[in-house]
C-alpha cells in the first residue's frame, strides 16, 4: 500500500514462500526509479524475514517492522478489514480461482478512487472510561 495515496498493489500465490514475496517486492520496486528511497513496513511473518540478501541488491529499500501484536500499526491492516468486509463476508468460492479473482477485482475497484487514511485518535469521554473500569472490575 503506497500510504500516502492510499493505492494498494497485490499478488496473489499458491503458498507464502520467501521466494514469492521477494517476486512480489521485485515488481514493486520496479514501479520506482533505482535512486527513490522506498520504505516498506511489514510485520513479522517468516517470510518478511532473512530477506539480507534481497536488500543488499536493493539498497533503495529499508524493510521496518511492527512491533509482535501491533498490526494497527500497518495501514494495509485497515485494507484488509474493508475488503474483509465488502468483498468477502459471507461469501464462499468453489475455488482458489474464483477467490483471487476476487481479490484482483476488488484491488480493481478500489484503487481509482483510493484516499490515504487518516488516523485520528479516538475521544474518549468520562463516562465511556467510568463504563470500562466497571466492567473490567465486574
Not at 521477494?22 to 520496486?29: G, L, P, R, S, W
Not at 514501479?31 to 510485520?43: A, F, M, R, W
Amino acid at each position: 500500500m503506497e500510504v500516502a495515496i492510499g493505492k494498494v498493489h497485490g499478488k496473489v500465490t499458491e503458498e507464502k514462500k520467501r521466494t514469492n514475496f521477494q517476486a512480489f517486492m521485485d515488481e514493486t520496486v520496479d514501479v520506482y526509479s533505482p535512486d527513490q528511497e522506498i520504505h516498506i513496513v511489514l510485520d513479522n511473518y517468516c517470510t518478511h524475514k532473512k530477506n539480507e540478501e534481497w536488500l543488499a541488491k536493493n539498497i533503495n529499500v529499508h524493510f521496518h517492522f511492527t512491533p509482535t501484536s501491533a498490526s494497527w500499526l500497518n495501514q494495509v491492516e485497515i485494507w484488509f478489514g474493508i475488503f474483509s468486509r465488502k468483498a468477502l463476508r459471507g461469501v464462499s468460492f468453489a475455488s482458489s480461482r474464483e477467490l483471487r479473482q476476487r481479490i484482483e477485482d476488488f484491488i480493481e475497484y478500489y484503487n481509482p478512487n483510493s484516499k490515504p487514511f487518516k488516523w485520528r485518535k479516538r475521544e474518549v469521554k468520562g463516562s465511556q472510561l467510568k463504563n470500562n473500569i466497571e466492567y473490567l472490575i465486574n
